[in-house]
């Protein structure tokens, strides 16, 4: 089993979106800034998690990404696997032919290990993550550092 630079950053990018829910729609390039993943490769997640029904596009001024579901509705797994991330820890896929077209002797170790880490991410939710305390200490951290894309934009109006 092997979680893809793709998997962790769906799931730091969604995060992201379930901290910042209270400020409407949020931007790709906000969630770009404060969690330091180029715009291109979340537009790339993004379109996915669209399609898995994850998240909704708001189009026109103050537009940007929302969750579909509250937080409490969207758990690690379906992130995960929208995403297209395996969590199949066997070298076959599950397919059963990793020893020359038979099960080997380790499949259904592997086998097992694949279904509870499925099971162990399906139980997280993204407010479960929300409500954990050293979550919010790296969210603060994050929003003292950085200014939101609509921030910049007003001061760069300024200046």
């Keep these: 089993m092997r979680l893809t630079t793709k998997g962790r950053y769906a799931v730091t990018a969604m995060l992201d979106l379930a901290l910042h829910e209270d400020q409407g729609p949020i931007t790709l390039a ?12 979340l537009e790339q997640l993004f379109a996915k998690l669209r399609r898995s029904k994850l998240v ?17 509705a ?8 929208a995403v297209n991330d395996s969590m199949d820890a066997t070298r ?12 080997c002797l380790t499949h ?25 305390e050293d979550i919010q200490h790296v969210r603060a ?9 609509q921030e910049v934009v007003n ?5």
């Excluded at 969207?74 to 696997?81: D, G, L, M």
């Excluded at 076959?92 to 099960?103: A, M, R």
């Excluded at 001061?155 to 200046?159: A, Q, S, T, Y």
């Design 30 to 41: 906000d969630i770009s800034l404060r969690q330091g993943v180029s715009v291109s490769y």
């Design 56 to 72: 909704e596009s708001v189009r026109g001024p103050g537009g940007g990404y929302r969750l579909a579901g509250g937080p409490a």
């Design 74 to 81: 969207i758990n690690v797994a379906q992130i995960v696997e």
């Design 92 to 103: 076959c896929l599950g397919k059963g032919d990793c020893q020359h077209g038979d099960v």
């Design 108 to 132: 259904y170790l592997w086998t097992d290990l694949s279904a509870r880490l499925r099971d162990f991410l399906g139980d997280i939710t993204l407010a479960d993550l929300v409500s954990r």
């Design 141 to 149: 951290r994050q929003d003292r550092g950085i200014c939101s894309s």
């Design 155 to 159: 001061l760069e109006r300024i200046i």
